[in-house]
């Protein structure tokens, strides 16, 4: 597994020697988003830690636009010499959070687990396709995190249950990010 990774890091690595600059960064930001989804998708990355790694990678992407803005469109030596030390700093932080030890459980029992399960894959897939920008992925995560965390807690008290009431309430709230994940695949707006 750990030659696989270096082989699959060593060939980025000479792909993105061969691109212009402005190119370079454009396709590390694409390669991390892909590798974010990726991990939302195989259960190696939670719904926080997804939510973390998609803010930042959304304010990186905001500090590269404030950087042209500056610059008439167009980045100094400097400003891609920073974005690139940032950029390499959350790619270890992606590599990190993907081999933890925490898991998103991608067989879930439960009729609530395996709805929070699907919500995760839509948010996988639209993160991989482009659909969600980095900031919309990182709301939607922070929203279905803390519908686990709820979740926890509640069966926590229950003995592991969680009573009809949680349930409906989990519903609704389930239902609510479920929209908010279509309303933002589908408004236009790409990574």
Avoid: F, W
């Amino acid at each position: 597994m750990k030659l696989n990774t270096r082989i699959v890091l060593c060939s980025a690595t000479l792909a993105a020697l061969m691109l212009p600059a402005a190119a370079q960064i454009s396709q590390r930001k694409e390669n991390q988003q892909d590798r974010i989804g990726n991990g939302v998708a195989s259960g190696e990355l939670t719904a926080g830690e997804a939510a973390k790694l998609e803010k930042k990678e959304s304010n990186l992407s905001k500090e590269e636009k404030l950087m042209r803005s500056e610059d008439g469109g167009k980045l100094t030596n400097a400003d891609r010499k920073v974005l690139n030390q940032q950029q390499n700093h959350l790619s270890k932080q992606i590599y990190n959070q993907k081999h933890d030890a925490q898991t998103q459980n991608t067989n879930p029992k439960s009729e609530v687990g395996k709805r929070a399960e699907n919500q995760q894959d839509r948010i996988a897939q639209g993160i991989k396709s482009g659909q969600l920008t980095a900031g919309e992925a990182s709301n939607l995560e922070h929203k279905e995190a803390a519908i686990d965390r709820e979740v926890r807690t509640d069966r926590a008290g229950n003995g592991g249950k969680l009573t009809s009431q949680e349930r409906r309430q989990v519903n609704r709230q389930q239902n609510h990010v479920s929209n908010q994940i279509y309303n933002k695949k589908h408004n236009g707006r790409h990574q």
